[in-house]
């Protein structure tokens, strides 16, 4: 699989990563045999990074991960993780002795001495502009306690700020072809400083895909059940903050612009593998089938430019006026 730089960790990972939210918490029940599966399934497709968060069951996603590599010292993936959405969302909670406790923690469930990547996972607001945080930051790097450190946020105006900090690697952000924005000011500043890009939500929770109509229900503890208006976080991580009947919709539009013998959803990652600035997407799986057609996008040929502009037509006529001025 094509290998791209991580920005400023400067260390090779796949276009096509994997997100693993789902063998955590919020997206149904996955066993831990099934996720066991999905993470070797990415690894044999040639995925070479893998996204978690302390969070993602209270840690479970974590444990996994650490599990699986431990028995799989022939695997060379880099392990991005993220921290902070354990503690109440205060930014004077986001101090160097929480840092290191939480750091601590983390590298306990991945099993290893150092975090390859550790982000700020989505905090207030405030905290991107705190000098305190990022020398936190930097002391947990001189501490050896990770290699590197980003940053993950629900607005591009979050973004830049984070991208104009010397320290920040990596900015991880919400892009898909119902969430245009970052194309504008986002991604061609991280290219500019050298920052990677993680490219998160990459199917709006699924709705890319292509398989979801207006009567379709998710399970109780899905995310997609209890935060389509923002009720548990920011309601932008449930389908890109779209509203479900408009995304259906939009989504049965865009399975149209799909080349013959390419599924929607392949067509969704081929979208953002070739937005200049990405460095890696992370969809998520919650089995081996789906993990490999993830990875797969990154043999399909590039999108024709017609396709291009009829995504942005979509978006434009469609999702803006939903999700454009808020993130």
């Known amino acids: 699989m094509e290998q791209r730089v ?6 090779p990972v796949s276009v096509v990563g994997l997100g693993t939210w789902q063998l955590g918490a919020d997206w149904g029940e996955v066993r831990e045999e099934d996720a ?11 995925v070479t990074l893998f996204d978690t968060a302390d969070v993602y069951g209270d840690g479970r996603s974590e444990q996994l991960i650490g599990r699986y590599l431990g028995g799989r010292p022939d695997a060379e993936v880099f392990v991005a993780t993220k921290f902070g959405r354990r503690a109440e969302q205060r930014p004077e909670h986001y101090n160097l002795a929480n840092f290191r406790a939480w ?10 001495d150092r975090l390859d990547l550790v982000q700020l996972h989505c905090p207030p607001t405030p905290v991107y502009s705190s000098d305190e945080v990022f020398d936190a930051l930097d002391t947990l790097v001189a501490e050896e306690r990770i290699a ?3 940053v993950s946020v629900e607005t591009c105006a979050e973004a830049l700020t984070a991208i104009a900090r010397p320290g920040v690697a990596s900015v991880q ?7 245009l924005k970052p194309l504008e000011q986002v991604l061609p500043a ?6 990677g890009i993680l490219a998160r939500v ?10 979801y109509t207006k009567a379709t229900e998710f399970p109780a503890e899905d995310h997609r059940t209890y935060n389509r208006q ?11 903050g779209v509203d479900f009947a408009t995304g259906v919709e939009a989504a049965e539009e865009f399975a149209g612009l799909a080349p013959d013998g390419v599924t929607p959803a392949a067509t969704a990652l081929r979208w953002i593998i070739q937005q200049p600035g990405v460095s890696t997407v992370i969809p998520g799986a919650r089995n081996p089938s789906q993990a490999r057609a993830n990875a797969s996008a990154a043999a399909l040929p590039p999108l024709p430019a017609t396709t291009l502009a009829a995504v942005r037509d979509l978006y434009d006529r469609r999702v803006r006026a939903q999700v454009h001025h808020r993130w």
């Open 173 to 179: 952000i919400i892009l898909n072809a119902f969430r």
């Open 36 to 46: 066991l599966a999905v993470l070797d399934a990415s690894v044999e497709a040639g």
């Open 230 to 240: 923002g009720e548990a976080f920011d309601q932008g991580e449930t389908f890109s």
């Open 6 to 11: 991580l920005g400023r960790t400067g260390r």
């Open 202 to 211: 990459p199917l709006a929770s699924g709705l890319l895909s292509g398989r």
């Open 148 to 150: 590197a450190y980003g």
């Open 190 to 195: 991280a290219e500019r400083a050298g920052v």
């Open 103 to 112: 750091a601590d923690r983390s590298r306990r469930n991945l099993g290893t």
